[in-house]
DNA sequence: CGCCGCGACGCAATAATCTTGCATGCCCGA
DNA sequence: TCGGGCATGCAAGATTATTGCGTCGCGGCG
C-alpha cells in the first residue's frame, strides 16, 4: 500500500482547510476573501485537495431533534474471543448497520467503542440486542445512555504550517 | 422556545437526505436524476431542508491518515461534584477547543464520553492533561486510545416515510 | 550574472450549475 | 363540479465553477 507522504501546507492551506470543515458551501469568491486568493487560485488549491485525498468527503449534517425524538447512545464492547476472523466480522456487521454513527477499536479492557443513533429507547434497546445480544462472540457490553451532546463534528485540528 | 413539529417527509425527502448524508457535492441535475425529480423540485426541497433546519450545516470531512500521524482518544470522564455551574463551565471548555472533536453527557457513572483528536501520543498526552489534569472539579478520567476506526460519521438513520 | 523552467497567480472567457417566474396538473374540500 | 393550495416541469436569467493564457517570482544551472 503507497502511504503517499503527507502534502505541503502552507498557512492559506490550512485556513481553507478549516473554513471547509466549518462550512463546505461557500462560494470559490467567498473563500478567495477570506484568504486573500482570487477565485481560481483557490478553485486550483481545492482540486488538490480532492486529488490528493485530503477531503475524503463532503456531507449534509442533519440536526437530529428536528426528526423527531432521537436517542443516541455510546456502547463500550468486549468480545469473548480474539480471533481475526471474529474481529473482522464484528467490524463489518458495525459498518453495515446505518444506525451505528461510529465504532473505534480502542485500547484496553474493552475492545470497542461504539456510537448508536435511534428513533426511541425502546428502538436503542432493541438496536443493542440485535448487534450485541444476539452476537456470541461478545463478552460483555454497556450502554451510555446521551443525555445531551454538548459537540459534535469531525474537525481535526490542523498542524501549524 | 418554540419547538416546531417535524416537518412531514415523503418518501423522496428521506431519499434526498440520505444521499445529502452520503454526499453533499452532488449537482441538482444528479440528485433528480436519483429520485426522479427535475433539479428545480430538487433544489426547492432543499431550500425547504435549510429553512426547516433539517440541514444543520454542510462540511468536509477531511482524512487523518493524509495530514501525517493522526491520534484518537475516548476519553470517559467524571466529575468531582455535580453543580450546574460546574457542568456548565465544563461544556464550555469542551466547546471551545478544536481538539475535542465531540462531547456527549451520558447517563451512569461517568458523567462525559469525550471524543479528542491530537497529532501524537504525546500530544494526545498533553491534551488530556490540559483538559482534565488541570481541572480540579474532575473526579477521574480514563483514557481508551483508538487503535483503529471502522467506521466514521454523523449520518442518522431517518424513518421510514 | 543571466538564462531558463517550474509553479502559482490573476484575469477573462466559457461551461456548468443554481435560482426563479410561470403555466400546468393533481388532490382535496366545499 | 368548482376552486384553492401545492408541487411539478420547463425555460430564462443569475450565480458559480472551470479552464486557457499571459505574467510574476523563485530557484537551479550554465
Not at 47 to 57: F, N, P, W
Not at 76 to 103: G, K, Y
Amino acid at each position: 500500500m503507497p502511504e503517499s507522504p503527507p502534502p505541503r501546507l502552507d498557512e492559506i492551506d490550512v485556513r481553507l482547510l478549516d473554513l471547509l470543515q466549518q462550512d463546505a458551501g461557500r462560494t470559490l469568491h467567498d473563500l478567495g476573501g477570506q484568504v486573500g486568493l482570487s477565485p481560481s487560485a483557490v478553485q486550483r488549491r481545492l482540486a488538490r485537495y480532492r486529488r490528493d485525498g485530503l477531503i475524503a468527503r463532503q456531507v449534509a449534517v442533519l440536526d437530529p431533534h428536528r426528526f423527531g425524538p432521537t436517542v443516541l447512545a455510546v456502547v463500550l464492547v468486549t468480545l469473548a474471543r480474539e480471533s481475526f476472523e471474529l474481529h473482522r466480522a464484528f467490524a463489518a456487521r458495525m459498518r453495515a448497520d446505518p444506525q451505528v454513527q461510529q465504532c473505534h477499536r480502542v485500547a484496553g479492557p474493552w475492545d470497542y467503542v461504539v456510537v448508536l443513533a435511534a428513533r426511541s429507547m425502546r428502538d436503542c434497546s432493541r438496536l443493542g440486542d440485535r448487534l450485541f445480544k444476539a452476537d456470541d462472540n461478545i463478552r460483555r457490553y454497556e450502554t451510555l445512555m446521551v443525555f445531551d451532546t454538548v459537540k459534535t463534528g469531525l474537525a481535526l485540528p490542523l498542524p501549524a504550517p
